[in-house]
């Protein structure tokens, strides 16, 4: 994204960044895992659908990362482009111009991890 790695490259440096978060504060980020699985868990929503809500607030805020890590665990739990094509588009109607550069960012990683 905005390394010039390719989207796998850049994927695999956000999950070391997390390893060695945990690593220095396992406390906090053993904290973070719990809201997570509380998050997840709490709600009437499906996998795939908190997924798609967790990929939109990534565009919305323009964290590469997150973008990155949700598009992985989107397609994990059986999401498809065209899921991910029509959160892009409420992230960009709530976002402004900066949701528009990366929802194009978002497709860019989803084409080049899981190509057609």
Same mark, same amino acid.
């Given at each position: ?8 490259? %850049? ?17 906090? !980020?053993? $904290?973070?895992? =719990?809201? &997570?699985?509380?998050?997840?868990? $709490?709600?009437?929503?499906? &996998? ?7 990929? $939109?607030?990534?565009?919305? !805020?323009?964290? /590469? ?16 482009? /065209? ?6 588009? !409420?992230?960009? =109607? !709530? ?16 084409? %080049?991890?899981?190509?057609?």
């Amino acid at each position: 994204m905005s390394d010039p790695s390719s989207p796998a490259e %850049a994927l695999k440096a956000t999950r070391n960044r997390g390893r060695t978060l945990a690593k220095a504060l396992p406390d906090t !980020m053993t $904290g973070f895992a =719990q809201v &997570t699985k509380a998050a997840k868990s $709490g709600t009437t929503l499906s &996998t795939r659908e908190a997924e798609l809500v967790a990929l $939109g607030i990534a565009v919305a !805020m323009c964290c /590469e990362d997150c973008i990155l890590f949700h598009i992985e665990a989107l397609n994990r739990v059986g999401g498809t482009r /065209e899921d991910l094509a029509g959160t892009l588009a !409420m992230a960009i =109607q !709530m976002g402004g111009g900066p949701a528009v550069m990366y929802a194009g960012r978002a497709l860019e990683a989803w084409d %080049a991890l899981y190509p057609a």
